[in-house]
């Protein structure tokens, strides 16, 4: 294990300028992780009734600091999923090394973990930096943790470049690096994921369902776990309707299509129908988040201002603001991963790229291509994403007695596929680097 932290270190001592803003990705990605572990863990060292001249008394209860804790800790999700789309990319950028540890003796097994290491170091660097301006922010403040509080601290510096390594490697465990300068992806079984997901959402559904027949107790919510269940499920749905779709048009279009554009896109989707599940599910799943969330908060602050009006509403509008950030940043970064992982696709298929571009293919139509592999499976799952998100605050409305159900987060999904695309826009830069013809030299 020392032998492959030493050359994880020389690798990344040696990096080419091209991995610079991979690892650069991937210390921010370490930097975000290192400070919403750290802010839970201030928040979760507090103890009793507090009085904290922040967040309008959020944080003074035990009750409500569990929700914010609870909140942060899921903010890490998103990040790791970031962490997992640089590792992948960056094994593509590191193919010869690679290649040439195996002709060194190396095993595949070992290749993956000096990769993942790489990642580590990257991620070290970003911890310290995370709690380097942390610890400047509570000299700002004023606020000087208990002594518990501390030893998590250093936990978290040390176990967030430990977590990406396993992610990195979790990532890496299908790639197999050839003596021969190749890098080959073992595709896994379609939808496995999607439907481990399914099981589990039908799990929630069964449980919740037996709650409110047959009521243990005041302790247990069964509506929590309903609303869990469904978000799940059709999370999952839609995480399987982005592959199957995805190969149905690819096939479907294979056949059909006259534009060169529509006719590549179309060729890759029934390739490798389960890539596109793979880079949106984070997406698709906090966007089934996102509608619901949105539709909630409009019928909380319809009845907030109405006839039940508390006397304290920056309380509530505190919190209401609190999760709505959390839904916003877990989405920028869930888009971060999607623009990554276009960057990684793109990478991977520099050589054939390269062909197509030195038989004649302008960069023009490409990059189209590169946007309907988005564009084309990401519509339908988007739509059952929706309708997911508008059972959840519709059924909230009934439940409430709200006098009417919001429009506004219909427009979620559509603002979601904007970005998405837009996401996608930002590796076509990349595009044309990488499928310079000077990428046959080394095929």
Partial sequence: MKADIRIAWILARGSERRERWRASLTLFGALLATGFALAAVTVASLSGQVSIPYAHGLLDRPGERAGVVFTLVLLLVPVLGLLGQCARIGAVHRSRRMAGLRLAGASPGQVRRIAAAESSLACLAGSAAGFTAFLVLLAVVGHTPRPAAWAGFAAVVLGVPVAAALVSALALRRLVASPLDHVRRTAPDPGRRAAAGLLVAALLLALSALLLLFPVGPQVTPPVLLVLALVLLTGAGAIWVAGASAGYLGRRLTRRAERPAVLIAASRLAHDPWAAART????????????????????????????????????????????????????????????????????????????????????????????????????????????????????????????????????????????CLLAAATSLPLLRRAAHPAELRFS
């Avoid at 009845?303 to 916003?328: E, N, Q, S």
């Avoid at 959840?392 to 559509?414: E, R, T």
Wanted: charged share 10%.
């Fill in 280 to 419: 949106h599910a984070a997406l698709l799943l906090l966007t089934v988040v996102a509608v619901g969330f949105v539709g909630v908060r409009e019928i909380l602050l319809d009845m907030l201002t109405g006839a039940w009006r508390p006397a304290d509403m920056a309380f509530y509008t505190t919190g209401i603001d609190l999760v709505g950030a959390a839904v916003l940043i877990a989405l920028a970064i869930a888009l971060c991963a999607l623009a990554v992982g276009t960057a990684e696709s793109l990478a991977t298929r520099r050589r054939g790229l390269a062909i197509q571009v030195a038989a004649g293919v302008p960069h023009r139509v490409l990059a189209e291509a590169t946007l309907l592999e988005t564009a084309l499976p990401l519509a339908p799952a988007l739509l059952l994403a929706c309708l997911g998100g508008t059972l959840v605050h519709v059924g909230y409305a009934m439940v409430a007695g709200a006098a009417s159900i919001p429009l506004l987060p219909l427009l979620v999904p559509v603002t979601v596929y904007a970005a």
